[in-house]
């Protein structure tokens, strides 16, 4: 679920690399649980906010960053759209295609120092590897890209280079959906990180973002994170035409 990140794991707080990410995946399954960010079912922002995600088009290329075995992947394949999923994880490729009984093929990607998992015809793609290694010169621009929990996993001192790779992935009439969390950072380091709204409205610099919905998610992850208040935003972002 994160970049990949060699190094020792971190004491830093709010700082998450690919060891910390790989370890609490294995804690998980090993206790028979899904990953603590992982939706069962189809998100219902997505489901809710597609025809504008889309723009009413059919037969979409979509990207999904740090995508986990996140169920929207087959639901939108199933759709006819073309899913390219991205994570540092290989469990979650491989609990992907368990549970949705698909075989995939495995291949390995020497240029990104990682593999290929792919099923349904070559209709869902996921790459394990770095995130930030990944570029259009792996599978070209995206239509679309649905960033549910990516933005806001990644280490916050690479939110500026996560953002340059999202427009270098978009293609000029492409959008994507972001989702980030909000509440009170001093009380809480993260993961998932505080995102305000200026600071991603400064960094996507001339690119345009709407705000479509916002949820409450005091009720649940206030306690879990001993927080008075935590919403999660999501933003529409396009560029500017």
């Not at 060891?19 to 997505?46: C, M, R, S, Y």
């Not at 489901?47 to 087959?74: I, V, Y």
């Not at 390219?84 to 240029?111: H, L, S």
């Not at 070209?140 to 990644?154: E, H, K, N, T, Y």
Request: charged share 25%; glycine share 8%.
């Amino acid at each position: 679920m994160a970049a990949k990140d060699d190094s020792i794991p971190s004491e830093k707080p709010g700082v998450v690399n690919l060891p910390q990410w790989e370890q609490g995946w294995q804690k998980a399954t090993d206790a028979g649980k899904d990953p603590q960010f992982h939706v069962k079912n189809v998100h219902p922002i997505l489901s809710k906010h597609l025809e504008q995600l889309t723009g009413g088009r059919s037969g979409l290329k979509f990207l999904f960053p740090l995508c986990g075995k996140a169920m929207d992947m087959k639901w939108l394949a199933d759709q006819g759209h073309t899913i390219v999923g991205v994570d540092g994880v290989e469990d979650a490729a491989r609990q992907f295609f368990q549970e949705n009984a698909i075989q995939p093929t495995v291949t390995e990607v020497p240029a990104l120092n990682g593999k290929l998992y792919q099923g349904m015809e070559g209709r869902i793609s996921i790459y394990i590897c770095d995130y930030f290694n990944f570029s259009s010169e792996v599978k070209g621009q995206f239509d679309a890209i649905w960033d549910r929990g990516a933005f806001v996993a990644i280490n916050e001192v690479d939110r500026e280079k996560y953002i340059r790779l999202m427009k270098a992935l978009l293609k000029p009439d492409g959008r994507c959906l972001m989702e980030v969390m909000q509440y009170e950072p001093s009380l809480f380091p993260g993961p998932p990180h505080n995102v305000p709204t200026d600071e991603l409205k400064q960094l996507l610099g001339d690119y345009n973002m709407a705000l479509l919905d916002t949820v409450d998610h005091t009720e649940r992850l206030g306690k879990l994170f001993n927080l008075p208040w935590i919403n999660t935003a999501y933003f529409l972002i396009k560029a500017s035409n």
